[in-house]
C-alpha cells in the first residue's frame, strides 16, 4: 500500500497526522505485535498539540440501542461538564466489554475523571487514546486479514 494510503487508514484509528505518518513510515511490520508497539509508542510521542488534535476529533461511545432517555440526557450533561472543564471530548477506550456494561463503565468514567486536576486527565485522555488507537488499528487488520 502507498503511504498516502496507509496514512489514511491510520487516520481512522487515530486522528493525529503525526502519528499516521510516523506508523506508516517504519513499514513493513514483522507482524501484528510489531505494529502496535509503533503505534503505542508513536501515540506516547505525541506532543500536545497533536494530543489535542487527536481528542477533538473523539466522540462518545454509541449507547446501547435499548438505553433509556434518562441515560442519554445524563451522559449528555456529564460530557457537556467534561468538555467545559477539559477543553475536548471525552475519550474512553470500551474495548472487551460486553455491550450491557458499556453505559455504566462510560458514565462512571466521566464522572470519575471529572474530579482530576487537568494535568492528570491530560495523562489519563492521552493513554485513552492510546488504548483506542491499538484497539481501532488491531480490528482493521483482523478484518482485512479474511
Request: aromatic content about 4%; glycine content about 4%.
Amino acid at each position: 500500500m502507498p503511504s498516502e494510503d496507509a496514512e489514511r487508514t491510520l487516520l481512522a484509528c487515530l486522528h493525529s497526522p503525526r502519528w499516521a505518518v510516523r506508523v506508516a513510515a517504519h513499514r513493513p511490520y514483522p507482524d501484528l505485535e510489531a505494529l502496535l508497539a509503533a503505534a503505542d509508542e508513536a501515540a506516547y510521542d505525541l506532543p500536545r498539540a497533536d494530543r489535542a488534535e487527536a481528542l477533538a476529533a473523539e466522540s462518545l461511545p454509541g449507547l446501547p440501542a435499548d438505553a433509556y432517555s434518562a441515560a442519554h440526557t445524563a451522559l449528555n450533561a456529564a460530557s457537556a461538564a467534561y468538555g467545559s472543564r477539559f477543553g475536548h471530548p471525552f475519550a474512553i477506550c470500551l474495548d472487551g466489554l460486553k455491550p450491557d456494561e458499556v453505559l455504566d463503565h462510560v458514565l462512571e468514567g466521566i464522572r470519575s475523571r471529572l474530579a482530576n486536576d487537568p494535568e492528570e486527565e491530560r495523562l489519563v485522555a492521552a493513554e485513552e487514546l492510546r488504548r483506542l488507537a491499538r484497539g481501532r488499528l488491531a480490528g482493521l487488520l483482523a478484518n482485512t486479514d479474511h
